[in-house]
């Protein structure tokens, strides 16, 4: 399977620990997006990386959380002491980007995390 | 900022008919894209069909088209001839500078 994969797919946490997500994007796709869904909710952009730098990151985007794509490969998003308020689908999705053109981005299948 | 609206939060249609869902943006950009995403239960979420914003003719793939009326920054999508596949959460999206924002998605369910 060549697509966007994460993992893990579900993630049950307490109050107060630090998680860790991880997307895969489809090989040569050089942009990364982290996307968070909450239930009922269209996504909500967090952030995007094109390689390895970090372009853009969303006031939604708390100082708890960070988000790393060392290698312009894989990426990592970090979540330091969870909140009940952070539970939500976490979706990365990745694209090509293409000079003076759109890009198509391909979702991955989410990490569902729930804090209790 | 721009914002997608989506006003049904629910829609259902029987199997073999056709059904539109509404959508409506806020933008001040001229040069934009427009998108329709489906997400099925459990199943991630897939492009079904865009729209340049510079472009006049309405986007269509197969069963499904659009109604991209700009000035009224509406963006419709028909779904012809519905299957039971069909059935998903349906999100309308705007796309600047890379960043997708995306309606509350309609539920569309079709019924055998």
């Known amino acids: 399977d060549t697509g966007v994969s994460q993992n893990p797919r579900h993630k049950i946490t307490k109050r107060g620990q630090n998680v860790t997500f991880r997307c895969d994007p489809i090989s040569e796709h050089n942009r990364l997006y982290w996307y968070r869904q909450t239930l009922g909710q269209g996504p909500e952009f967090l952030t995007y990386?094109?390689?390895?730098?970090?372009?853009?990151k969303s006031r939604l985007l708390s100082d708890r959380f960070s988000a790393e794509r060392p290698k312009g490969s894989f990426s990592t998003l970090e979540i330091q002491r969870t909140e009940q308020g952070d539970s939500a689908m976490y979706l990365c999705?990745?694209?090509?980007?293409?000079?003076?053109?759109?890009?198509?981005?391909?979702f991955g299948p989410g990490t569902r995390l729930t804090v209790l | 900022a721009q914002t997608v609206t989506q006003s049904q939060p629910e829609m259902s249609v029987q199997e073999a008919e056709t059904v539109t869902l509404s959508c409506t943006y806020d933008t001040s950009e001229n040069n934009y894209y427009l998108f329709w995403y489906k997400q099925p239960p459990s199943r991630q979420m897939i492009l079904v069909i865009r729209?340049?914003?510079?472009?006049?003719q309405n986007a269509t793939e197969n069963r499904f088209s659009v109604n991209f009326q700009k000035a009224a920054k509406s963006f419709s999508l028909k779904i012809s001839d519905s299957q039971l596949g069909d059935t998903a959460m349906y999100f309308c999206a705007f796309m600047k500078h890379s960043k997708l924002v995306f309606g509350a998605g309609t539920i569309l369910r079709v019924k055998s």
């Open positions: 729209q340049e914003a510079y472009k006049q």
């Open positions: 999705a990745s694209s090509l980007d293409v000079l003076a053109g759109y890009n198509e981005q391909f």
């Open positions: 990386f094109q390689n390895e730098a970090q372009l853009e």
